[in-house]
């Protein structure tokens, strides 16, 4: 079956600082998206990347869906306290059909103030 | 805020037990799906059910069983239970299949 290996499982970094997180399928991907989940709480979607090579940014985080679309990463510059939790990728071998997202084991990311 | 709504937040059960959880979508979210999360682990896809119809089903063996309903309701049974099956049940629900997925705030379900 289809794996999703996400990168690195943990990161502390002081704030201000940047943060990279990857995600890497074993298959081609219809799709990825992006989840970020705090302490105890549930994932909330971020954003999906849809085309090959695609770029897209929301304030200081940028996304990056790669050209085989088998790859992706998200990327947060200067790092905010806020930006505590999990990132996890979300990949959708299919298109249409169930999304039946499968998700990495994410990124625990801890800013130190 | 997601308009999910799931009930319980924690249920304690013992192993070869039966349980029921329970999840309510966003009005006109005709798609729901059920994943289970281990602890520090990523949400796993247990099965998606699409206009009360089971749509895709994970890796998971029939003892996992659920049912949606006209109401934007929906249920995950789960039949003897097992100590595995300790983990946060998540619901998340979507518009027709291929959308984001909105998620509730779990059931947190202990085994011992």
């Known amino acids: 079956g289809q794996q999703v290996m996400q990168i690195p499982q943990y990161q502390h970094v002081q704030e201000g600082e940047d943060f990279t997180t990857y995600c890497n399928s074993s298959?081609?991907?219809?799709?990825i998206q992006w989840y970020k989940q705090r302490p105890g709480g549930h994932p909330v979607f971020l954003i999906q990347?849809?085309?090959?090579?695609e770029v897209k940014k929301q304030k200081r985080l940028t996304f990056q869906f790669g050209e085989a679309k088998k790859n992706s990463s998200l990327h947060i510059t200067a790092t905010q306290t806020t930006d505590v939790g999990t990132y996890f990728c979300?990949?959708?071998?299919?298109?249409?059909?169930?999304?039946?997202?499968?998700f990495g084991s994410g990124t625990q990311l801890t800013v130190l103030p | 805020e997601t308009g999910v709504t799931q009930s319980p937040t924690h249920l304690i059960k013992t192993r070869g037990q039966q349980v029921t959880l329970r999840c309510s979508s966003q009005?006109?979210?005709?798609?729901v799906s059920w994943y289970q999360q281990a602890l520090g682990q990523g949400p796993q896809f247990i099965f998606q059910?699409?206009?009360?119809?089971?749509?895709g089903r994970g890796n998971f063996p029939p003892r996992f069983s659920g049912l949606q309903f006209p109401n934007y309701s929906s249920e995950l049974n789960v039949n003897a239970l097992e100590l595995d099956d300790s983990a946060l049940y998540l619901c998340?629900?979507?518009?027709?299949?291929?959308?984001?997925?909105?998620f509730g705030s779990g059931t947190q379900l202990s085994v011992l």
């Open positions: 998340a629900s979507t518009i027709d299949r291929s959308e984001k997925l909105f």
């Open positions: 298959t081609t991907l219809s799709n």
């Open positions: 990347l849809v085309k090959s090579g």
């Open positions: 979300a990949a959708d071998p299919t298109s249409g059909s169930a999304r039946q997202l499968t």
């Open positions: 009005s006109g979210h005709n798609t």
């Open positions: 059910y699409y206009r009360e119809e089971e749509n």
